[in-house]
DNA sequence: AGGAGATGTCGAAGCGCTTCGACAATCACT
DNA sequence: AGTGATTGTCGAAGCGCTTCGACATCTCCT
């Protein structure tokens, strides 16, 4: 193990201008920058992780917490966790992994123990457990809060009160909006949504009650009919959901499908009951663009920017850490493509 | 913040009593114990780990390098993330996510830097190269290894040579032999093996290859006569690559598919052929549980033993940490679970 | 030419913890 | 009663780094 002291001794010089060679904190002449870095390089230098956290207060790690059940879409998920990791990197952080199970317990261990500078939590709850252990900050009211010496974190997902939080997530309501606008723009009346597992709304999970909320109020707004059913994933389970809606709305012509895993299951059964897509029925998935294109027809979707939300909520958190921006909510605009899944509603459908 | 030292004031007793309280290291009277953990408990104590890293020379903390690339079957490598996380919290460690990104660069980075006391490494190719700087626990060669101070590490996936390696994967070779026993067991004497993407054997990835050589061999010995053809997912490549085969083969009877998102269009596929399975066609899977049930036919398949795979690692990790346990390669045997998707090849088909 | 201000370097303190050796106090035997 | 082992606790050193104030040098202005 080399030390910093070892490379000092390599360089002629003292152990404090080595760290300020490595930190930049402090103007070193090139001549003795250049005489440290190649001692460094000689000797093969990595500065120790736990001394550094030791003395500068700062662990360069930022934790992630990632939901433990996997009813959600797991892609997107992986995704997000990837772009945070890739982007933490670019700025010098490192990403701690932290599944849900801990709970609030992981929180305080994680922040109690400075093991990690911040925090983004993933799959958050309307009125998630975890939040007043983080608002502003992670300081607990009323305590002084010295710069530098809180937990910033931020959400993806968006709770109920947003107060004194960070939080990055697509905007579901105009994600919703978009999909009902889009269809009725096209002519369709009578519009199905195939929702996520019924699970999935017993938790509260923010996404699915909002994007609900807004296909709802736009389909008011429009005066389009709208029958929500959420769906399990599955070939079994969207035959039985697929059934009990031409059932109750015969006149259904278009299908907005948040589920996944009922994307395909949906094609399928629709090819199987004869009704050609988009010719007879409309398709709009909420979904990565990369599930939209493989899909046996290519999808019209609204995409889930999985990438733009890992990598925003860390830059977001390195600029609270820098002492940067406070906090506040960003919300991305949807985005829809349209693709060979939706048309004109027709008289004879 | 709480200190060790301010506990051990609120107890009454010294700093190394409390250290010596948390560690179990020596002995403590019943009575004292129980007063530091009432203070513990009364002042919200937590250990500072970069203290405790610098101290101990350990982090607790096991670095997990997932592949950035996502050519390989996602929601597979998040159940092994997931369960290498929960199993390393069961035994007091927590995980560092490491993206392929950085390459061998991050090994020596984490390595050097005593960021992490171990590493798990997915996705390794054949001749992966970051091997050279794990062997023997990441001493490099010829260094006095003393006990303790090196990186231990295990690899999920096999590489061509497994010298002072330790690795835990399926046996894809076994998987492969599996397959086709079950297939020619019933009959089926012309198979046709849907592989992964042309970019998956490129890069020598050892799943792949070995599990065409026990596809290979294993055909060779039941005489039945094999078929592979690399396959990109989404429903238009498998499309051209169902025309290929049937083209090439049209006594086709039985598949074997590994690349999981070309499971549904292939079921699709051959649907719209009028092709039925299992009466005209059988197909096995190599795919989690979960995908093989949600199908649109329940499939025969081999299942990726995801959490499995990573609790092993862990343990594996776990007993190499405290000095039990050496090298050794753990090769999962493989179960194939007859569902809906197979059956006898008929005189018709 | 002389002093103010930069600029570059160093020594030392200290971050919060673990761990080693030392030392009382207790116990079990002759 | 005296010895040796055992048990429980403490003090101090030190892990490798950052950072502060001090100091020596150099630069530039009047």
Same mark, same amino acid.
């Not at 002449?29 to 005489?35: D, G």
């Given at each position: 193990?080399?030390?910093?002291?070892?490379?000092?001794?390599?360089?002629?010089?003292?152990? =404090?201008?080595?760290?300020?060679?490595?930190?930049?904190?402090?103007?070193?002449?090139?001549?003795?920058?250049?005489?440290?870095?190649?001692?460094?390089? +000689?000797?093969?230098?990595?500065? &120790?992780?736990?001394?550094?956290?030791?003395? =500068? &207060?700062?662990? &360069?790690? !930022?934790?992630?917490? !990632?939901?433990?059940?996997?009813?959600?879409?797991?892609?997107?998920?992986?995704?997000?966790?990837?772009?945070?990791?890739?982007?933490?990197?670019?700025?010098?952080?490192?990403?701690? %992994?932290?599944?849900?199970?801990?709970?609030?317990?992981?929180?305080?261990?994680?922040?109690?123990?400075?093991?990690?500078?911040?925090?983004?939590?993933?799959?958050?709850?309307? +009125?998630?457990?975890?939040?007043?252990?983080?608002?502003?900050?992670?300081?607990?009211?009323?305590?002084?809060?010295?710069?530098?010496?809180?937990?910033? =974190?931020?959400?993806?997902?968006?709770?109920?009160?947003?107060?004194? %939080?960070?939080?990055?997530?697509?905007?579901?309501?105009?994600?919703?909006?978009?999909?009902?606008?889009?269809?009725?723009?096209?002519?369709?009346?009578? !519009?199905?949504? !195939?929702?996520?597992?019924?699970?999935?709304?017993?938790?509260?999970?923010?996404?699915?009650?909002?994007?609900?909320?807004?296909?709802?109020?736009?389909?008011?707004?429009?005066?389009?009919?709208?029958?929500?059913?959420?769906?399990?994933?599955?070939?079994?389970?969207?035959?039985?959901?697929?059934?009990?809606?031409?059932?109750?709305?015969?006149?259904?012509?278009?299908?907005?499908?948040? &589920?996944?895993?009922?994307? +395909?299951?949906?094609?399928?059964?629709?090819?199987?009951?004869?009704?050609?897509?988009?010719?007879?029925?409309?398709?709009?998935?909420?979904?990565?663009?990369?599930?939209?294109?493989?899909?046996?027809?290519?999808?019209?979707?609204?995409?889930?920017?999985?990438?733009?939300?890992?990598?925003?909520?860390?830059?977001?958190?390195?600029?609270?850490?820098?002492?940067?921006?406070?906090?506040?909510?960003?919300?991305?605009?949807?985005?829809?493509?349209?693709?060979?899944?939706?048309?004109?509603?027709?008289?004879?459908?």
């Amino acid at each position: 193990m080399v030390t910093l002291a070892e490379v000092a001794q390599h360089a002629g010089v003292s152990a =404090s201008t080595v760290s300020y060679v490595l930190s930049g904190k402090r103007s070193i002449s090139a001549t003795t920058r250049q005489r440290v870095e190649e001692s460094i390089r +000689e000797l093969g230098y990595h500065p &120790n992780a736990g001394a550094r956290a030791l003395a =500068s &207060n700062r662990s &360069n790690i !930022i934790a992630l917490m !990632i939901p433990l059940r996997t009813d959600m879409y797991v892609p997107v998920m992986m995704e997000i966790a990837i772009a945070v990791a890739t982007t933490a990197r670019t700025h010098g952080y490192d990403v701690l %992994l932290l599944t849900g199970e801990e709970g609030p317990d992981a929180v305080r261990r994680v922040t109690g123990s400075g093991l990690a500078d911040a925090m983004i939590l993933m799959d958050v709850e309307l +009125e998630d457990e975890r939040l007043p252990l983080l608002r502003d900050g992670g300081v607990p009211a009323g305590a002084q809060s010295r710069a530098g010496d809180d937990q910033p =974190s931020v959400l993806i997902g968006l709770p109920a009160d947003t107060d004194g %939080l960070t939080c990055v997530d697509l905007d579901w309501t105009a994600t919703g909006a978009l999909c009902v606008e889009h269809l009725a723009g096209l002519g369709h009346r009578d !519009i199905a949504v !195939i929702g996520e597992a019924p699970a999935v709304y017993e938790r509260h999970t923010g996404f699915a009650e909002r994007t609900l909320d807004g296909l709802r109020s736009r389909a008011r707004e429009t005066g389009v009919r709208l029958l929500h059913r959420p769906c399990e994933g599955g070939y079994d389970a969207m035959a039985v959901t697929l059934a009990r809606i031409f059932d109750e709305r015969p006149g259904t012509t278009g299908f907005v499908v948040q &589920n996944e895993s009922a994307v +395909e299951p949906l094609l399928a059964l629709l090819r199987q009951q004869g009704r050609a897509v988009p010719e007879d029925v409309s398709v709009v998935a909420i979904c990565p663009d990369q599930v939209a294109v493989q899909a046996s027809v290519r999808l019209t979707s609204v995409a889930i920017p999985a990438q733009e939300m890992g990598r925003r909520a860390v830059e977001h958190l390195v600029a609270k850490l820098d002492g940067r921006g406070g906090d506040g909510v960003v919300l991305l605009p949807p985005e829809l493509t349209e693709r060979a899944s939706t048309g004109p509603a027709t008289a004879a459908s």
